[in-house]
């Protein structure tokens, strides 16, 4: 456990369907943020709230939508997505400041687009 | 931009041997932070250990430590007395220690899969 909660751990959806992957951090935090982990891909950072206010996009296609309503939840709101789309999503928390910004990670939501 | 490269991508080692995996990475700042982050079959991903990039001594969290050579801009991961819980994909990452930016950013290595065999 590491203080980081993620659901669905599993979701399987169709191209036209809308729905949304939530994150939840129980350390504290105000920094937070979504990654995507394709296979054989190193993880790529898609976005970032600090202090819930998006700081960082990392031109991600606008099938994904973010939104981080407090400081302890964040949510990826998904619609039209592509098979390619289908991957590990891991959420992650840390301080927005200070010299201990090290990251801790929720178990992810595996996503499977058909 | 900072890059992180881990040249290993799979090893393997026997129960209770000793294992070390290598990580370098590129920057031009002289302040910031490494570290091992663990990703089991689970996918959960683990901190292992942190190296603060100016203090000189090498970080130890109980079985893990490291071997940071800041000049070489290398920082490998000794696992010793290894597990079969070991098993898992490790992740180099490098953190700036820039104060202007909120939050954190990772640059991660492209993972090394380790297998401890029994």
Redesign the interface.
């Known amino acids: 456990e590491t203080g980081v909660t993620q659901t669905p751990r599993h979701l399987v959806m169709g191209m036209t369907n809308k729905k949304s992957l939530k994150c939840e951090q129980h350390l504290g935090h105000n920094a937070m943020y979504w990654y995507k982990q394709s296979a054989k891909k190193p993880l790529e950072l898609m976005f970032v709230y600090s202090l819930e206010e998006r700081v960082e996009n990392n031109s991600v296609p606008s099938r994904f939508s973010p939104e981080c309503p407090n400081s302890s939840h964040l949510f990826l709101h998904l619609h039209t997505l592509q098979p390619e789309d289908s991957a590990l999503y891991l959420c992650a928390s840390s301080p927005s400041s200070g010299r201990q910004r090290e990251q801790y990670f929720g178990p992810g939501t595996r996503l499977t687009v058909t | 931009a900072q890059t992180v490269t881990q040249s290993q991508p799979e090893m393997s080692v026997q129960e209770a041997e000793t294992v070390t995996l290598s990580c370098t990475y590129d920057t031009s700042e002289n302040n910031y932070?490494l570290?091992w982050?663990k990703q089991p079959p689970?996918?959960?991903?683990?901190?292992v250990i942190?190296q603060?990039a100016y203090k000189q001594q090498n970080a130890t969290e109980n079985r893990f430590s490291v071997n940071f050579q800041k000049a070489a801009k290398s920082f490998s991961l000794k696992i010793s007395d290894s597990q079969l819980g070991d098993t898992a994909m490790y992740?180099c990452a490098f953190?700036s220690?820039s104060?202007q930016?909120?939050?954190?950013?990772?640059t991660?290595?492209?993972?090394t899969q380790l297998t401890v065999n029994p």
């Open positions: 932070y570290f982050y689970s996918r959960q991903m683990i901190l942190r603060e992740f953190m220690n104060f930016t909120s939050g954190s950013r990772l991660f290595g492209e993972g």
